[in-house]
């Protein structure tokens, strides 16, 4: 399809800067999932009982043109296992 996942770093001008704690968004465009849910709730459940990452549900915009909804799925990394 026409519709990629993103995998956006807000660290380029200054590499400490960090965007609400994280300095990488994996915007997934949820092929394969019609409803957008299957990563958010998996995600909010699985949190009660392990470390899994966090994932949210954005809307992405770019030079004013609309991409739809992606899943904001935190990365494995560093700041993952720190915290």
């Known amino acids: 399809g026409y ?12 590499s400490k800067q960090r965007l609400l704690g994280a ?12 409803t957008f849910l ?14 899994a990452p966090r994932v949210n549900l954005v809307r ?7 991409w739809g909804l992606y899943a904001n799925a935190e990365q494995f990394n560093g700041d993952f296992t720190k915290e």
């Open 3 to 14: 519709k990629r996942s993103l995998n956006l770093s807000v660290d380029l001008a200054d």
């Open 23 to 34: 300095k990488t968004l994996n915007l997934l465009n949820s092929n394969g999932d019609p």
């Open 38 to 51: 299957r990563a958010v709730l998996y995600s909010h459940i699985a949190r009660q009982y392990i470390p």
């Open 60 to 66: 992405v915009v770019i030079n004013g043109e609309s």
